[in-house]
């Protein structure tokens, strides 16, 4: 257990749906990643906040929007949904957010877009 | 900007035999080099990583991977394949400081089969 939860576990939802992905950090974690896994892209990096700000932005579709609560919980919402979109999507945390720091992922949210 | 390629994706080994998984890498910068393994239905978890102090790192599991900067390489081995290794393992890049902070660059992973 890496102390890192997701939810939901799993997610089935319609083209064109919105949803929210939640995900509750390491305990004393500032830093909180979210990744896309996909049989075509493979892991790909979507967003990172650090404290509640956000700090670096990577692969993330205009559609998807995220944000780091003041408890540090963070959340990514997905919209307008396609069938592309459907992937597991993984948060992870660190302490820091720099480069060398360990990064601790949770289980993951499977998304089926049907 | 950093990249990673991982040298098969399908590694078969037989249980006692060394296990190798290539990953190489480019990098501007000095990098931050890590090895994850991802068992089915669960998140990744890190076996080890390099951050410019010894080129030989020893992780968990009896896992250790070398890094040879002269190659830009970072392969992961283990001694003797058990059959509870079978999992996909994937070698991921940071780079230190700019604006990419703790961001992974992942390599497309490469699932290891240990055969009894």
């Known amino acids: 257990d890496s102390g890192v939860t997701q939810t939901p576990k799993h997610l089935i939802t319609a083209t064109g749906q919105r949803v929210t992905l939640r995900c509750s950090p390491r305990?004393?974690?500032?830093?909180v990643y979210w990744y896309q896994q996909s049989l075509d892209q493979g892991l790909q990096f979507l967003i990172q906040?650090?404290?509640?700000?956000?700090?670096a932005k990577g692969n993330i579709l205009e559609r998807f929007s995220a944000q780091q609560f003041p408890d540090l919980h963070s959340e990514l919402n997905l919209s307008s949904l396609e069938l592309g979109d459907s992937a597991l999507y993984f948060c992870?945390?660190?302490?820091?957010?720099?480069?060398?720091?360990?990064?601790?992922f949770g289980p993951g949210t499977r998304l089926t877009v049907l | 900007a950093q990249s990673v390629t991982q040298l098969g994706s399908h590694v078969s080994v037989s249980e006692g035999a060394l296990v190798l998984l290539r990953c190489n890498y480019s990098?501007?910068?000095?990098?931050?080099l890590f090895w994850y393994v991802q068992y089915p239905n669960q998140g990744l978890q890190l076996l080890l990583k390099?951050?410019?102090?010894?080129?030989l790192v020893k992780g968990i599991n009896g896992f250790e991977a070398e890094f040879k900067k002269s190659e830009t390489s970072f392969h992961l081995t283990k001694p003797s394949a058990h059959m509870s290794d079978a999992a996909e393992y994937f070698c991921?890049?940071?780079?230190?400081?700019?604006?990419?902070?703790?961001?992974?660059?992942f390599g497309q992973g490469t699932i290891l089969t240990v055969h009894p």
């Open positions: 992870a945390s660190s302490l820091l957010g720099q480069g060398k720091g360990e990064q601790f």
């Open positions: 305990s004393g974690d500032l830093s």
């Open positions: 906040y650090y404290n509640g700000e956000e700090r």
């Open positions: 990098s501007s910068v000095p990098p931050y």
């Open positions: 390099y951050t410019s102090a010894a080129t």
């Open positions: 991921a890049v940071s780079a230190p400081g700019g604006t990419s902070y703790g961001k992974l660059t």
